[in-house]
């Protein structure tokens, strides 16, 4: 290893830039001189990461939609991979967006460059030919949760569970009056936060079905408020758009962003599945998860998906302790008698609550300065 440490890093979304300045600070206390560089976002360009390109041109999901973004992406991917062979990093850690970053680790590793993947790929979901290609294309496996590192080790694959930065960071003893205040929400009213996702897509597949929903739960004399953080402009525009102008005040507020807030106010959550679910979990609010895809990518998914959730509670509890409404079954119906039913029976709700407290505490694991020994660790093996 050389005096001055140099890490090779890719992040493709702003989740995995989050996890990257985690762990490029605790990296830079371990080594004052490390530079990093590759593919990151504000959060990791913070505190001095080098982007060699833009993050958000990595940002898009599925098995269909990168199809439309494969020239920019192989040309991306091209250009990396000179500049890496040329400027060869001491460690490359690869953050989540296992699409682009597995198969460019393989290429580093077989060119005798170390290489760590942060965020497990979903190879619990979807069966086990993938851990192979996993297998050949990294010395390190960085998972979140504990039930992702059996699968790992029935397959000889270096893996260490650093548990979950937000359960770190995410406080168990805020005021919700507070969050409440903030919004303007009186106490008295039954506070829903709903959060059909981040990206365009998602949202044109969940909002309209939250707003039917909810509109099928007011009724006069409800005291029942939603509020709707928005990850952009765009976004915002598009879900007022849908309600259109309100008569009198609208029992719909719209925040940019704000998310954790929103959901630290709620008194229960509609919400897409993904991070967003964790994040509701920790904050230990009731809530309904809905997952929605592109018809075509749903058929491809389905036929694919080995397990019995796709709610990261669910996931982590080995237990159905949350409602989840996939494709079809996500409709306004289903979701207002969730609502419904928790209005009327609050009680119900309270097991369930104490369990998620229960995985906020396994969770809780210090997770950027864990991944940061683990690949000091690595560094160390020569």
Same mark, same amino acid.
């Given at each position: ?26 990296? $830079?206390?371990?080594? +004052?001189?490390?530079?990093?560089? *590759?593919?990151?976002? +504000? ?73 760590? /993947? ?36 029935? /397959? ?40 059909? *996702? ?34 952009? +402009? ?13 008569? *009198? ?91 419904? /039913? ?23 694991? $210090? ?12 560094? $160390?093996?020569?």
């Amino acid at each position: 290893m050389t005096q001055e440490l140099r890490v090779g890093m890719i992040a493709g979304e702003k989740s995995g830039d989050n996890l990257g300045a985690g762990f490029i600070k605790e990296m $830079q206390r371990r080594f +004052p001189n490390a530079r990093f560089e *590759g593919i990151g976002g +504000p959060a990791m360009q913070e505190l001095g990461f080098h982007s060699l390109f833009p993050m958000d041109r990595l940002s898009v999901m599925g098995f269909i939609e990168p199809l439309a973004r494969l020239p920019e992406l192989l040309s991306i991917d091209r250009q990396l991979k000179a500049h890496f062979v040329q400027n060869p990093p001491d460690v490359f850690v690869g953050i989540d967006s296992p699409g682009f970053n597995t198969r460019f680790e393989s290429y580093l590793r077989s060119r005798g460059i170390r290489t760590v /993947h942060y965020v497990s790929p979903s190879v619990w979901a979807y069966g086990e030919k993938r851990i192979h290609k996993i297998k050949r294309a990294v010395d390190l496996m960085l998972v979140l949760f504990p039930f992702e590192t059996a699968i790992y080790q029935i /397959h000889d694959v270096p893996v260490t569970c650093v548990g979950h930065p937000l359960a770190d960071d995410l406080a168990t003893d805020y005021d919700q009056a507070t969050a409440r205040s903030a919004f303007g929400i009186e106490d008295d009213r039954i506070l829903v936060a709903l959060l059909p *996702g981040s990206r365009m897509n998602e949202v044109r597949r969940l909002a309209p079905v939250f707003f039917a929903a909810a509109s099928q739960c007011l009724a006069p004399g409800k005291p029942l408020s939603f509020v709707v953080p928005c990850a952009s +402009p765009e976004l915002r525009a598009y879900m007022e758009g849908l309600l259109g102008p309100a008569e *009198g005040k609208s029992p719909f507020l719209f925040i940019d962003g704000n998310s954790q807030n929103a959901i630290r106010a709620a008194d229960f959550v509609f919400l897409a599945s993904g991070t967003a679910t964790l994040e509701t979990m920790l904050l230990k609010k009731p809530m309904v998860i809905c997952y929605k895809l592109a018809s075509l990518t749903y058929l491809l998914a389905s036929r694919l998906l080995k397990i019995p959730f796709v709610g990261l509670p669910n996931l982590l509890a080995g237990e159905k302790l949350v409602p989840e409404y996939i494709q079809a079954e996500a409709t306004p119906g289903n979701l207002a008698r969730e609502l419904q /039913h928790f209005m009327a029976n609050p009680e119900t709700w309270n097991s369930r609550l104490a369990r998620f407290e229960q995985i906020h505490r396994e969770l809780a694991r $210090q997770a950027s300065s864990k991944a940061a020994d683990a690949v000091a660790g690595l560094l $160390q093996t020569g």
